[in-house]
T-cell receptor, first 114, second 112 residues
Framework: DGGITQSPKYLFRKEGQNVTLSCEQN?????MYWYRQDPGQGLRLIYY???????QKGDIAEGYSVSREKKESFPLTVTSAQKNPTAFYLC?????????????FGQGTRLTVV | GNSVTQMEGPVTLSEEAFLTINCTYT??????LFWYVQYPGEGLQLLLK?????DKGSNKGFEATYRKETTSFHLEKGSVQVSDSAVYFC???????????FGQGTELSVKP
């Protein structure tokens, strides 16, 4: 079945550690996105990528980094510079350049700082 | 810039009640509009969409009409079920597609 796979589902990080969240898609989509979700808030865009080896900052990129070495993969690293990393992280993908296309989401990774 | 505003939750209804969740937007040009649903502990699923003025999106008994004159995309369902309990997000995208701007979400709780 085609879809987006995020792993792990739950992740615990100690203060000062970097952690990497995985996102893989087999939908052959060009565009991929990372969103952060906090309780009572909508989703905020962290980074997005429209093509391999290229990506752009979203609204809250500080303390995060990404790479796009393969079309299928868009991992997100939460660095120690991110002041408040505890949140639910959602990866999405979409066809590029079509106005009416929707984004498809993974099941999310819940990151907790301990 | 573009933005989406949803009615605040939580919304609590009895089974078979009528549901309305308000959504208004600010955008340049002619965005596409979406409703997504999120069940506890899961990602988002597309519920319905509309891509131009006066379009009506519908799915699983839910409906929403793209109203350009009032910049609104209110979600409605005639008779809710317990299984509809979830968080509902209104969103818009511009010409690129996919890069969505979300409202803050509205939590719906349906009691038997």
């Amino acid at each position: 079945d085609g879809g987006i796979t995020q792993s792990p589902k739950y992740l615990f990080r100690k203060e000062g550690q970097n952690v990497t969240l995985s996102c893989e898609q087999n939908l052959n989509h060009d565009a991929m996105y990372w969103y952060r979700q906090d309780p009572g808030q909508g989703l905020r865009l962290i980074y997005y990528s429209q093509i391999v080896n290229d990506f752009q900052k979203g609204d809250i990129a500080e303390g995060y980094s990404v790479s796009r070495e393969k079309k299928e993969s868009f991992p997100l690293t939460v660095t120690s510079a991110q002041k408040n990393p505890t949140a639910f992280y959602l990866c999405a993908s979409s066809i590029l350049g079509q106005k009416n296309t929707e984004a498809f989401f993974g099941q999310g990774t819940r990151l907790t700082v301990v | 810039g573009n933005s989406v505003t949803q009615m605040e939750g939580p919304v609590t209804l009895s089974e078979e009640a009528f549901l309305t969740i308000n959504c208004t937007y600010t955008a340049t040009g002619y965005p596409s509009l979406f409703w997504y649903v999120q069940y506890p502990g899961e990602g988002l699923q597309l519920l319905l969409k509309a891509t131009k003025a006066d379009d009506k999106g519908s799915n699983k008994g839910f409906e929403a009409t793209y109203r350009k004159e009032t910049t609104s995309f209110h979600l409605e369902k005639g008779s809710v079920q317990v299984s509809d309990s979830a968080v509902y997000f209104c969103a818009l995208s511009g010409n690129q597609g996919g890069k969505l701007i979300f409202g803050q979400g509205t939590e719906l709780s349906v009691k038997p």
